[in-house]
């Protein structure tokens, strides 16, 4: 059976849809399920979730997109394992002050 993952419909990844993840094409290779958060020139935090196929045993590598800094580079390997809204540095810190306010 295939790997199940979610995978972000556009840009925003406002909307997540379901994707079947291909299988491995080598012995040393196994499907997983990326997310990838990372900011653009201006700081906007834009989140990737996908399949990828990594190496087995291994930390999954997150290609850096030119002029982006990196936030979150995560695999996991089970069905819909990346389906969570991803909240970001910037979430978490709106969360947090919000939360200071009501102490």
Do not use: R, W
């Not at 947090?96 to 009501?102: E, G, H, P, R, T």
């Amino acid at each position: 059976l295939a790997l199940k993952c979610k995978k972000c419909e556009d840009k925003t990844c406002a909307k997540l849809i379901d994707e079947s993840c291909p299988a491995a094409s080598q012995d040393n290779k196994e499907p997983a399920c990326l997310t990838h958060i990372y900011k653009d020139v201006n700081k906007v935090e834009i989140v990737d979730k996908m399949c990828a196929i990594k190496d087995k045993n291994a930390k999954y590598e997150c290609v850096p997109l030119s002029q982006t800094e990196m936030v979150k580079c995560e695999t996991c390997n089970t069905d819909f394992c990346n389906s969570a809204p991803s909240l970001g540095s910037g979430a978490l810190a709106t969360f947090q002050s919000a939360k200071n306010l009501c102490s």
